[in-house]
T-cell receptor, first 114, second 113 residues
Framework: ETGVTQTPRHLVMGMTNKKSLKCEQH?????MYWYKQSAKKPLELMFV???????ENNSVPSRFSPECPNSSHLFLHLHTLQPEDSALYLC?????????????FGPGTRLTVT | AQSVTQLGSHVSVSEGALVLLRCNYS??????LFWYVQYPNQGLQLLLK??????LVKGINGFEAEFKKSETSFHLTKPSAHMSDAAEYFC???????????FGKGTRLHILP
């Protein structure tokens, strides 16, 4: 595997379900990000992790719970979601404190909440 | 505070014609600038980036962008459009002191046969 991978690619869940999204980066980076991309809305940064520590939470509802066990893996735990949470969830990684720190993205998880 | 404005949420060009996607930014310090492309049902892919030095930056798939400090612009161009260029394009900016990248709202490029 190369780059940034995300599983599952598609997820349909009911409002009472609990599920998790997984992201793995194979680039040796030390910063990871979760974004939400909804139709007709700008890309929304949700969480930032630097060296496994959460450094940013952009007022994300508590029904979204991130976890970063090491610098290569990032999870987004979901529970009691609302239909408006349906979106494409993108994970990205970058190398902190080096150059332009461009972010590399995974293919995303398309989430549908019914 | 940093911000990015992409002019035109939709741009249509004929196959073989020049592609020009406009991006203006605001930043209080010299920025890092990026263009990303997103194909349907995929993540964002880095097309090119500006750090320092040469203001004309070449990227993948024949795209290039020019950093113009006086105009606070970083427009994306390609001399000859191909059908495979149909996608959404995002301009982004990062200030040196910040880890966050600020993305524009995106421009969807349509290629007409």
């Amino acid at each position: 595997e190369t780059g940034v991978t995300q599983t599952p690619r598609h997820l349909v869940m009911g409002m009472t379900n609990k599920k998790s999204l997984k992201c793995e980066q194979h680039l040796g980076h030390n910063a990871m990000y979760w974004y939400k991309q909804s139709a007709k809305k700008p890309l929304e940064l949700m969480f930032v992790y630097n060296f496994k520590e959460q450094t940013e939470n952009n007022s994300v509802p508590s029904r979204f719970s991130p976890e970063c066990p090491n610098s290569s893996h990032l999870f987004l735990h979901l529970h009691t979601l609302q239909p408006e949470d349906s979106a494409l969830y993108l994970c990205a990684s970058s190398q902190k404190m080096q150059g332009a720190r461009e972010q590399y993205f995974g293919p995303g998880t398309r989430l549908t909440v019914t | 505070a940093q911000s990015v404005t992409q002019l035109g949420s939709h741009v249509s060009v004929s196959e073989g014609a020049l592609v020009l996607l406009r991006c203006n930014y605001s930043s209080s310090v010299p920025p890092y600038l990026f263009w990303y492309v997103q194909y349907p049902n995929q993540g964002l892919q880095l097309l090119l980036k500006y750090t320092t030095g040469a203001t004309l930056v070449k990227g993948i798939n024949g795209f290039e962008a020019e950093f113009k400090k006086s105009e606070t612009s970083f427009h994306l161009t390609k001399p000859s459009a191909h059908m495979s260029d149909a996608a959404e394009y995002f301009c982004a900016v990062r200030e040196n002191r910040d880890d966050k990248i600020i993305f524009g709202k995106g421009t969807r490029l349509h290629i007409l046969p």
